[in-house]
């Protein structure tokens, strides 16, 4: 949870949520761990320990490691001694991080069979992209270095995944630290700020071996993810900015390569900063049996699956709207082909109007709910969606149909952060004890 912009001078902290629907503090925060400092802008988290250490019986998945994106804190956090009152183990200073490998902006962790820790980092301590690259933590959360070759490091940096039987990680592109920080301007896209390729590692290596570039079609691709069965060559990655999820696979000659398999088409709109709205593909992920694949369209305001048992021709099983800019009672509207004109119908929870889009996912381990934020990054919440910074965000829970397909809105779970004891926070990333479809990787 994030206070950044709200005006609130609190630290940001970690929300625990019960999400048990037997128990009498369903849908509630349960714990608040405050972390010690100010302007933090907590972001994305990563596990100590997951399915990739399973060779090692020492191993466990014991600590949350919480990058700070404006701050570049890395805080580690004790969740196995009290999973409902989770404490502070470690805070990895900033300085050092500087110090030893140039590196700031931590955004995606993840960890190693070895038991080492490597985080993506988005740029130097200025905001330039140029100094952007890995940087590996030990067992015990010291800073190693840099994990890529020197000369290796990609044009842009944001998530990875690594497929170790393939002996790959790929990594995406979000954009320069001193452009997105200060929220979205278009321009910055043309001058070169932001990404549009993926970044193809020997593993584990850190050899860069081959770069993609996605072109117009690829603009800003940010959440990648492989297959989970771990003799899968082929995987996907979100284009934000293009709306635009694409297929990454190898070819025979075992070199990477691409194509789009679904395409969000942009919105001719009406009293909007652009004629015309894309979906904006925020996140997504992929069910544990790789059945089903799920992604936001923040803007837009719909959440999407897909069954994706064939992954060069994803099918649309379930959708539904539980936000975005052109709800009905929102200034934008969509203009058809004939003139006409319509938005989407929103419901209310709990006699609360849902507020802003849908940003982040994640999938229960049964594959049967799936849990959404709605915050991405303060200043872009505030360009887009400024209520947020006043009323704060929510974490919703959709139900999913597991067999033929399908979600829907689940009106009794509803956390809602505007309510919060010092006032109203912004909710991002989400994790389970037990490990997710996001952070593990299996070998």
Same mark, same amino acid.
């Given at each position: 949870?994030? =206070?950044?912009?709200?005006?609130?001078?609190?630290?940001?902290?970690?929300?625990?949520?019960?999400?048990?629907?037997?128990? %009498?503090?369903?849908?509630?925060?349960?714990?608040?761990?405050?972390?010690?400092? &100010?302007?933090?802008?907590?972001?994305?988290?990563?596990?100590?320990?997951?399915?990739?250490?399973?060779?090692?019986?020492?191993?466990?998945?014991?600590?949350?490691?919480?990058?700070?994106?404006?701050?570049?804190?890395?805080?580690?956090?004790?969740?196995?001694?009290?999973?409902?009152?989770?404490?502070?183990?470690?805070? =990895?200073?900033?300085?050092?991080?500087?110090?030893?490998?140039?590196?700031?902006?931590?955004?995606?962790?993840?960890?190693?069979?070895?038991?080492?820790?490597?985080?993506?980092?988005?740029?130097?301590?200025?905001? +330039?992209?140029?100094?952007?690259?890995? &940087?590996?933590?030990?067992?015990?959360? @010291?800073?190693?270095?840099?994990?890529?070759?020197?000369?290796?490091?990609?044009?842009?940096?944001?998530?990875?995944?690594?497929?170790?039987?393939?002996?790959?990680?790929?990594?995406?592109?979000?954009?320069?630290?001193?452009?997105?920080?200060?929220?979205?301007?278009?321009?910055?896209?043309?001058?070169?700020?932001?990404?549009?390729?993926?970044?193809?590692?020997?593993?584990?290596?850190?050899?860069?071996?081959?770069?993609?570039? &996605?072109?117009?079609?690829?603009?800003?691709?940010?959440?990648?993810?492989?297959?989970?069965?771990?003799?899968?060559?082929?995987?996907?990655?979100?284009?934000?900015?293009?709306? @635009?999820?694409?297929?990454?696979?190898?070819?025979?000659?075992?070199?990477?390569?691409? #194509?789009?398999?679904?395409?969000?088409? %942009?919105?001719?709109?009406? +009293?909007?900063?652009?004629?015309?709205?894309?979906?904006?593909?925020?996140?997504?992920?992929?069910?544990?049996?790789?059945?089903?694949?799920?992604?936001? +369209?923040?803007?837009?305001?719909?959440?999407?699956?897909?069954?994706?048992?064939?992954?060069?021709?994803?099918?649309?099983?379930?959708?539904?709207?539980?936000?975005?800019?052109?709800?009905?009672?929102? %200034?934008?509207?969509?203009?058809?082909?004939?003139?006409?004109?319509?938005?989407?119908? =929103?419901?209310?929870?709990?006699?609360?109007?849902?507020? *802003? *889009?849908?940003?982040?996912?994640?999938?229960?381990?049964?594959?049967?709910?799936?849990?959404?934020?709605?915050?991405?990054?303060?200043?872009?919440?505030?360009?887009?969606? %400024?209520?947020?910074?006043?009323?704060?965000?929510?974490?919703?829970?959709?139900?999913?149909?597991?067999?033929?397909?399908?979600?829907?809105?689940?009106?009794?779970?509803?956390?809602?952060?505007?309510? #919060?004891?010092?006032?109203?926070?912004?909710?991002?990333?989400?994790?389970?004890?037990?490990?997710?479809?996001?952070?593990?990787?299996?070998?």
């Amino acid at each position: 949870m994030s =206070v950044a912009g709200t005006g609130i001078q609190k630290p940001d902290y970690l929300a625990t949520v019960d999400v048990d629907s037997n128990s %009498p503090t369903y849908s509630k925060v349960i714990h608040r761990l405050p972390v010690p400092n &100010l302007g933090d802008e907590l972001h994305h988290s990563g596990w100590n320990s997951c399915s990739s250490c399973h060779g090692d019986p020492s191993a466990q998945r014991r600590f949350l490691v919480l990058p700070a994106l404006v701050s570049s804190r890395i805080y580690v956090i004790d969740t196995k001694t009290d999973p409902k009152a989770p404490s502070l183990h470690k805070v =990895v200073d900033p300085e050092d991080i500087v110090q030893k490998t140039g590196l700031a902006y931590p955004h995606t962790s993840h960890c190693l069979a070895s038991g080492d820790l490597l985080v993506s980092c988005l740029g130097d301590k200025d905001g +330039n992209a140029a100094g952007n690259g890995f &940087l590996l933590l030990d067992s015990e959360f @010291n800073v190693k270095g840099r994990w890529e070759k020197p000369g290796h490091s990609p044009l842009f940096g944001y998530d990875f995944w690594y497929q170790p039987r393939h002996k790959t990680m790929i990594s995406t592109s979000w954009g320069a630290p001193a452009a997105f920080t200060k929220g979205f301007n278009l321009q910055h896209v043309f001058d070169g700020l932001y990404g549009r390729h993926l970044h193809v590692y020997s593993w584990p290596e850190g050899e860069l071996k081959q770069t993609l570039d &996605l072109g117009n079609t690829g603009l800003l691709p940010l959440e990648i993810r492989f297959l989970h069965d771990p003799s899968k060559d082929t995987g996907f990655v979100g284009c934000a900015l293009s709306s @635009n999820m694409v297929r990454f696979f190898k070819t025979e000659d075992g070199s990477w390569s691409h #194509e789009v398999v679904i395409s969000v088409e %942009p919105l001719k709109v009406q +009293n909007w900063i652009l004629p015309e709205m894309p979906g904006l593909i925020t996140d997504f992920l992929i069910s544990l049996d790789d059945r089903f694949l799920y992604f936001v +369209n923040w803007l837009h305001g719909d959440v999407r699956q897909y069954n994706i048992e064939d992954p060069k021709n994803p099918k649309l099983t379930g959708q539904v709207w539980v936000g975005g800019l052109i709800q009905k009672g929102s %200034p934008v509207v969509v203009e058809a082909e004939d003139g006409t004109t319509k938005q989407f119908d =929103v419901p209310e929870i709990q006699g609360e109007k849902l507020r *802003g *889009g849908p940003q982040m996912i994640q999938l229960s381990l049964d594959g049967k709910r799936l849990y959404v934020t709605n915050s991405l990054f303060s200043t872009w919440d505030r360009q887009f969606y %400024p209520d947020l910074l006043e009323k704060g965000s929510h974490m919703l829970q959709l139900d999913v149909d597991t067999e033929k397909g399908g979600l829907a809105l689940n009106t009794k779970f509803f956390v809602d952060f505007g309510a #919060e004891p010092d006032g109203p926070s912004l909710a991002h990333e989400m994790r389970y004890p037990g490990g997710d479809c996001t952070s593990d990787i299996w070998i």
